[in-house]
C-alpha cells in the first residue's frame, strides 16, 4: 500500500494514498471565526468550500513555514451519513513510499521507514483526530460550508 509523508512539528507523519483525493500548493485562505483547533481557515476547492486544518498548528500552536514543499492534502473526515472535504496543511509533502500495512500496526500506528532526510519513524495520521466527526458537522453547519 502506497502512504504519503509529511511533516508537522519536527514529526513525521503518512496517510494511506486511497485516502488521499489530490495534493495541491498552498492557496489563500479565508479567515473562520470561533474554528475547532487547528483549522486555519476555509479554501475554495471545486466550487466547495473547504476547511484547512494547519497541521503543525494543531500539533505545536505554531503555524507551518510556507515553503515550496509546504502543501495542502484533500482527504475527507466525518463518519456514517455525515462526509465532506478537509485540507490538510503540512510541511514537506515530496515523498510516498509503499509499505507492508502488516507492518502499520492501529489506527495511528508507528512504523520505521528508511529515506535519507527523514526521521526513522512515521506516525500514521488519523484524520478523526484532526476534527472529529461531531465537531466537523458542527463547523461544516455553523459556516455552511457544505
Same mark, same amino acid.
Given at each position: 500500500m502506497k502512504y504519503l509523508l509529511f511533516d508537522a512539528a519536527a514529526?513525521?507523519?503518512? @496517510? $494511506? +494514498? /486511497?485516502?488521499?483525493? #489530490?495534493?495541491?500548493?498552498?492557496? #489563500? @485562505?479565508?479567515?473562520? $471565526? !470561533? !474554528?475547532p483547533l487547528g483549522v486555519c481557515g476555509y479554501m475554495?476547492?471545486? *466550487?466547495?468550500? /473547504?476547511? /484547512? /486544518?494547519? =497541521?503543525?498548528?494543531?500539533? $505545536? *500552536?505554531? $503555524?507551518c513555514h510556507r515553503l515550496l514543499s509546504t502543501r495542502i492534502i484533500v482527504t475527507s473526515c466525518g463518519a456514517g451519513e455525515f462526509r465532506a472535504p478537509l485540507g490538510i496543511l503540512a510541511e514537506n509533502v515530496t515523498d510516498i513510499i509503499? @509499505?507492508?500495512? +502488516? @507492518?502499520?500496526? %492501529?489506527?495511528? %500506528?508507528?512504523? &520505521?521507514? &528508511?529515506? +535519507?532526510d527523514r526521521p526513522a519513524t512515521a506516525q500514521l495520521l !488519523?484524520? #478523526?483526530?484532526? =476534527?472529529p466527526p461531531p465537531a466537523a458537522a458542527e463547523l461544516y453547519r455553523k459556516t455552511e460550508l457544505t
Open positions: 514529526h513525521t507523519y503518512m @496517510l $494511506a +494514498a /486511497v485516502d488521499i483525493t #489530490e495534493v495541491i500548493p498552498c492557496v #489563500e @485562505l479565508v479567515p473562520l $471565526a !470561533a !474554528a475554495q476547492y471545486r *466550487g466547495d468550500k /473547504v476547511p /484547512v /486544518v494547519d =497541521l503543525c498548528l494543531w500539533q $505545536a *500552536g505554531n $503555524a509503499d @509499505l507492508d500495512p +502488516a @507492518l502499520v500496526t %492501529g489506527a495511528a %500506528g508507528a512504523v &520505521s521507514v &528508511s529515506l +535519507a !488519523a484524520v #478523526e483526530t484532526l =476534527l
